[in-house]
């Protein structure tokens, strides 16, 4: 398997990286990012944020208190689910043309189980899928291969060039 597609994302952000042949120091292969996509709706204002003022009613006139963070809560979690179905559609166009290879998936729990299925129906079944649970949408290309190559999601450097 030569192909190789790591996709690492949060909530917010989602960013979709190709182990290229010869990019990296001494012709080793190297991730290049293909992709940077934002979830417009996860800090929604206006009218696509719930409209909740705080999170317990404590007006004791207007009867028992009561949480109303749940609502919050689902409009949340529909956002990324949609966000996941995004994203993997991207990777999917990405990888249309591969016969075979992996795809890492990094991210954090919540939208690692929200991505899981709707990836694995996305791609092909002969291209594999890893996961890691792990928020490393910050790190730069070559500290995302470090980690994801210590955790042997993605092939080592060689030797002679570390």
Known sequence: MNN?????ADGARARIFVLEPGGGRAGDSSLVEKA???????????????????????????????????????????????????????????????????????????LLGLMRKVLREAVKPEIALKELAKDYTHLSATELREH???????????????
């Not at 190789?4 to 690492?8: D, F, G, K, L, Y």
């Not at 206006?46 to 609502?71: F, L, W």
């Not at 689902?74 to 994203?87: D, M, S």
Request: glycine letters at 6%; a positive charge.
């Open 4 to 8: 190789w597609c790591v996709v690492v």
């Open 148 to 162: 994801l190559a210590s955790n042997a999601l993605i092939p080592m450097r060689r030797r002679n060039e570390a």
């Open 36 to 110: 940077d996509l934002v979830n417009v709706g996860y800090s929604a204002r206006g009218a696509d944020a719930p409209q909740v003022r705080t999170e317990r009613n404590t007006n004791r006139q207007t009867g028992p208190m009561h949480p109303v963070g749940e609502k919050r809560e689902q409009h949340r979690l529909e956002v990324e689910r949609r966000f996941g179905v995004q994203v993997a559609a991207r990777v999917a166009a990405l990888v249309k043309d591969w016969n075979d290879g992996s795809i890492v998936l990094v991210a954090d729990p919540r």
